[in-house]
């Protein structure tokens, strides 16, 4: 193992790990090392492609998959970033990590699937600094809600069903700071008079209102979810019937039987992106 780890930024993206500067970037691809260690949030490292990639490479892929940010920038930082190559990190941890001399830059001429991307997902700015990438988007994806369809008889179409007393007791959501953005945007719809037009950059006001919104969430959640495996189980044994998830829990449910369907709403959409550096 080398110096420097990796991590997968935003929404998902990978980047490795080091005290490298723009001017250090490899010019070819380095002889493999025979393991790759990689902190991930669970389902960004799943069996269906890193099987293939050790089948093909003869490379063994070690994960640790991680709860929070928090947990994933104190994982990329142990001992000096020599724990892991490559993380998968959110949005909110990539720029600690990139301004933190925590990741490599990327030359992305080595990488040339980064032409088929989507030009929104090509530099991306938690990910890209002055031109210069420290991750690569890999996968995108919306924040949905989900709900046991034998509880619910008809599909809500809103946040709302969250934060409705109604449902005390059985609501789940993350536990993350993407949910303070998530009621901000839930309130931009249903308070406009807030002024909330970015959920990312709040008035003292606009916060209090948000503060106040999941305060009163709070005594409705049954629990908040670090791993995506813990809402999981909580909609396997009947302890939530309805919170916010990502698809992978909604299709791994489905593959178990469980009873549960998923929308966007109407009401505000917040999305993730992956990206890899190295």
Known sequence: ????????????CTALVAQAHAADLPSTIGKGEGDLNVVAWEGYADDAWVKPFEQQTGCKVHRKYVGSSDEMV???????GKGFDIVSASGDAALRLIFGHNVQPLNMSLIPAYNDLMPELKEPSFNT??????????EWGPNILMWNTKVFAQAPTSWGVIYDKAHAGVVTVPDNPIQIADAALYLSHTKPDLGITDPYELTQPQMDAVVALLKEQRALVKKYWALASDE????????????????????????????VQDTIPVDAEISQKGCTSG
Do not use: E
């Not at 104190?74 to 000096?80: K, S």
């Open 1 to 12: 193992m080398k110096g420097f780890t990796a991590l997968l930024m935003a929404s998902c």
């Open 232 to 259: 999981v189980d909580l909609f396997k044994s009947g302890d939530a019937q309805v919170g916010s998830a990502w698809p992978y829990q909604a299709n791994t449910l489905r593959a178990a039987g469980v009873p």
């Open 74 to 80: 104190a994982l990329t930082r142990m001992g000096g």
């Open 129 to 138: 600094i002055k031109g210069v990438h420290y991750g690569i988007s890999y």
